[in-house]
């Protein structure tokens, strides 16, 4: 039995990632803040470890209690990040430094898994090509746009100069499925008849079921090489107007108003959205940094390598996603009414 522990398990992601290693037999440890809702963790199986990743100390203090003197975890998962912020550097502070902090802490302890799988993004490369609409591959150099991104690829960096330690990296695009928020505002939208976009040129958008992105999780921790680096994406894109539709169909709407802002309009708004929620202390999903990310074009990838190496093949297509994420959607919004 693998003993497996998942740093960042309590938001969209970890709560599935938790379940996928009990369904499959794992010892489970779940690493959460004080502050961490459990409300997707509430397995009676689950080992919690409470972290202060500002901390350094701290983390590694916790790290050798934990567990009996001599035994360690076999594999981590690192999942912990933040993806808005009120300010960017905590951008920094929060996807970088708490990494730097917890592996040099794992290294001092003797903590070392003989896997770290480290949850990256497709963001840490930056714009792609938007003429040919090439899409990504392992050969795409980065060059992020994004405060976000930035802090995503010095996370990369910080890895990759560590030749000792067991990494592997995955770079997921859009990840969606039930109880995340940012494509249920957009499925909220076309639920009112609305679909809003930003731009007027051809845009190609990808994503991945959140079920095949955990399950591409643990196939990597058994299978892949170390020291590799996996774009993690369904194996075609789509364009906006092919995303309104299956949304509409699953939701029943046959009226639905595309409404596309362009660039500067959007930006402003941006702006705004940003500015607001810094006076609220409360990020904003609308903001500068999120602009660049509606802005870009070209989202298409390529996930050769992750077939190769680990046999890495998405079963849920974004029209049955979409159709269990609308499934959930309904159910909360029957419950509240």
């Given at each position: ?39 997707y963790l509430t397995d009676e199986r689950l080992h919690f470890v ?198 509409a169909d699953k939701l029943g709407k046959k009226f639905v108003i ?33 602009y660049k990310i509606m802005k870009q074009r070209n989202w298409s ?37």
């Amino acid at each position: 039995m693998k003993r497996v522990l998942i740093i960042g398990a309590g938001g969209f992601i970890g709560g599935f990632i938790a379940a996928e290693s009990l369904r499959r037999g794992y010892e489970t440890w779940v690493g959460v803040r004080e502050s961490t809702s459990r409300h997707y963790l509430t397995d009676e199986r689950l080992h919690f470890v409470t972290f202060d990743y500002d901390s350094a100390e701290s983390i590694g203090s916790v790290l050798k209690s934990a567990l009996p003197e001599g035994e360690k975890w076999d594999w981590i998962i690192y999942n912990l990040g933040a993806t808005k912020v009120t300010n960017y550097s905590d951008f920094n502070r929060i996807n970088f430094g708490y990494l730097r902090s917890f592996v040099e802490e794992l290294e001092a302890t003797g903590m070392t898994p003989q896997r770290f799988l480290y949850i990256s993004s497709l963001s840490a490369l930056g714009p792609v090509d938007e003429k040919t609409y090439q899409p990504y591959t392992s050969k795409t150099i980065p060059d992020p746009n994004t405060k976000y991104g930035m802090s995503k690829i010095k996370s990369e960096t910080l890895l990759e100069m560590k030749p000792d330690f067991p990494w592997i990296i995955f770079r997921p695009t859009g990840v969606y499925g039930p109880h995340e928020k940012d494509y249920l505002m957009m499925i909220k939208c076309i639920d009112s008849h609305w679909d809003f976009g930003v731009g007027f040129r051809k845009q190609l958008l990808t994503f991945i079921y959140v079920d095949d992105l955990v399950e591409a999780m643990f196939e990597a921790l058994e299978k892949a090489p170390l020291h590799r680096k996996y774009i993690i994406s369904e194996d075609r894109a789509y364009t906006q107007s092919e995303f309104r539709r299956i949304v509409a169909d699953k939701l029943g709407k046959k009226f639905v108003i595309p409404l596309r802002l362009p660039l500067w309009m959007a930006k402003v708004a941006s702006v705004v959205a940003e500015k607001y929620g810094i006076l609220k202390m409360k990020p904003s999903t609308l903001n500068s940094d999120k602009y660049k990310i509606m802005k870009q074009r070209n989202w298409s990838a390529d996930i050769s390598d992750s077939r190769r190496d680990f046999g890495f093949n998405p079963k849920v297509s974004l029209e049955k996603g979409i159709e269990l994420t609308v499934e959930e959607y309904r159910r909360n919004k029957n419950r509240k009414n």
